[in-house]
């Protein structure tokens, strides 16, 4: 009954996602960014979408059983808090600059190598993003079909691509809609279950109002922070993000998007942790035994329940990964292989074509790390700490200050990903759990660098990128004028 269930929900994404996949009429523009032609509710929908995916649910739901409510509910609030700065201070600039990928900011901003070294930083980072639902999605498999996790993990990349590859943004975006109609009235739902059978309450020291957990080292204080600037203003770098950005009709629609977005995501993440703490100690569930959620569903929810519960969970996945798949692709694409959009009538479009091939060897990549590191959360924070220590500075400095030159952005990212990789390296605990992905055994290192790693990395960077600016004069061809920059048109 339960595969039975979410099954149908998915056959019914599928069959949208297909259906106006014709609207891409052979353009990449279309396929890219919808052809920028989306209203206020598919924006805020696919945005908020975007946000609420399988890290801010099972992932937050773990969390928050195991460390607290601001272990788990900081994944959501900082991608609210992210789409909140967007929308008072990125939206309107970059969608005037009419961009087919953020990729095209840092070639228009600086210079080809600029726009390489991001590109490829961001395509890591999203792979691992991509990863992260994959594993949410694998686990969810195992545990309603048998089937197992490594197998799942496969399936649900199949069932994203069926749509993504022939209908691109549209395909998303319209998807969206059911993605958040199934996600939104399943967290409801939920809530009020668990509130009307075991009550909304918290264990001692856990709640939300116990602000040790953002103040005492002790109660995980500096991993709770690295995740809420990590996602709060790394995620400002989030290429899926933006893409929905540029498929606003206009800089207001972008705008008033991007806060509605950080409004719904805000509310799902704080009801999906506060679910997990009243009922992880009442029923004596613990992640080890599997996803908080997972367990929650299978033995104690009503079957319509889990039914409705996991069909969102599946919507939530399916639309960030098929996102990230999408905006992955294109810069890899346009940005690393310099395949431009052809709009003579009667050629086909490259950049249409090879963004669709360039999507296999990119979710082959987020397969093989999904079965290495069987973290959901976790790998949603890493992400986008990589973007916080390499590309936050390049993106805002380069779009608000003047001095910002390529040599800056260079040095910039290089030292933020070596100073963010090295203590990936040394510290043994990653966001509270074991480093189980880059970790090399040492004395010097002890885990109370957790979390405190992300703002060390995040300030080399930040460091290098304006002393080097300082030192350095932007060189012919860069853009220095902001106003200028934003009535560019797109490149093609």
């Not at 396929?31 to 032609?37: E, H, K, N, P």
């Not at 946000?51 to 991608?79: E, R």
């Not at 900011?105 to 930083?121: H, K």
């Not at 943004?169 to 939104?184: F, H, K, N, R, W």
């Amino acid at each position: 009954m339960i595969t039975a269930g979410v099954a149908f929900s998915v056959l019914v994404v599928l069959v949208v996602g297909i259906a106006v996949a014709r609207k891409i009429d052979g353009d990449s523009a279309n396929y890219l960014v919808a052809g920028r032609q989306l209203g206020v509710p598919l924006v805020a929908v696919a945005l908020t979408t975007a946000a609420v995916d399988s890290n801010a649910t099972v992932g937050n739901t773990d969390l928050s059983a195991g460390y607290g409510f601001w272990a788990g509910a900081s994944l959501a609030l900082g991608l609210a808090v992210c789409l909140l700065l967007a929308g008072l201070f990125l939206a309107g600039p970059m969608n005037r600059m009419g961009l087919l990928t953020l990729g095209d900011f840092f070639a228009r901003r600086y210079n080809r190598p600029v726009e390489v070294v991001a590109s490829a930083l961001m395509i890591f980072a999203f792979t691992i993003l991509l990863a992260g639902n994959l594993v949410a999605m694998g686990f969810l498999m195992e545990t309603f079909t048998g089937l197992p996790y490594d197998a799942g993990v496969v399936l649900a990349v199949c069932l994203v691509l069926a749509y993504t590859v022939g209908g691109g943004l549209y395909s998303d975006a319209y998807t969206a809609v059911i993605q958040a109609v199934i996600t939104g009235v399943a967290t409801l739902v939920l809530f009020a279950w668990v509130a009307t059978t075991y009550g909304i309450s918290t264990p001692a020291g856990l709640g939300p109002f116990d602000l040790g957990q953002l103040t005492d080292t002790g109660q995980g204080a500096a991993v709770n922070w690295a995740t809420l600037v990590s996602l709060g203003i790394g995620d400002l770098v989030a290429i899926d993000f933006m893409q929905r950005v540029f498929a606003a009709r206009t800089p207001e629609i972008a705008r008033r998007a991007c806060f509605i977005g950080a409004g719904a995501t805000a509310v799902v993440g704080v009801l999906w942790s506060l679910i997990a703490l009243s009922t992880a100690p009442e029923l004596g569930l613990n992640s080890e035994n599997g996803p908080i959620v997972y367990q929650l569903l299978d033995g104690h929810a009503p079957v319509l329940l889990a039914v409705l519960s996991l069909s969102g969970i599946v919507a939530a996945s399916f639309s960030t990964a098929s996102g990230a798949v999408l905006a992955t692709s294109a810069v890899a694409v346009r940005n690393i292989a310099g395949v431009r959009r052809e709009v003579a009538p009667g050629h086909r479009d490259p950049l249409l074509r090879w963004t669709r091939v360039a999507m296999l060897p990119v979710v082959l990549v987020a397969v093989v790390l999904a079965i290495r590191v069987s973290q959901t959360g976790i790998l949603l924070t890493l992400a986008f700490d990589l973007m916080l220590a390499c590309l936050a500075v390049p993106l805002l400095l380069g779009l608000f200050w003047t001095r910002s030159t390529s040599t800056a952005a260079l040095v910039g990212a290089g030292v933020g990903l070596v100073v963010r990789l090295v203590l990936l390296a040394l510290v043994p605990t990653l966001y509270g759990v074991p480093n189980d992905l880059l970790y090399i055994e040492n004395t010097m290192v002890d885990a109370g660098l957790d979390g405190w790693a992300t703002f060390i990395a995040a300030l080399a960077g930040l460091v290098a990128f304006v002393l080097t600016a300082l030192v350095t004069r932007p060189r012919a061809g860069e853009e220095t004028d902001l106003r200028h920059r934003a009535r560019l048109s797109s490149v093609g």
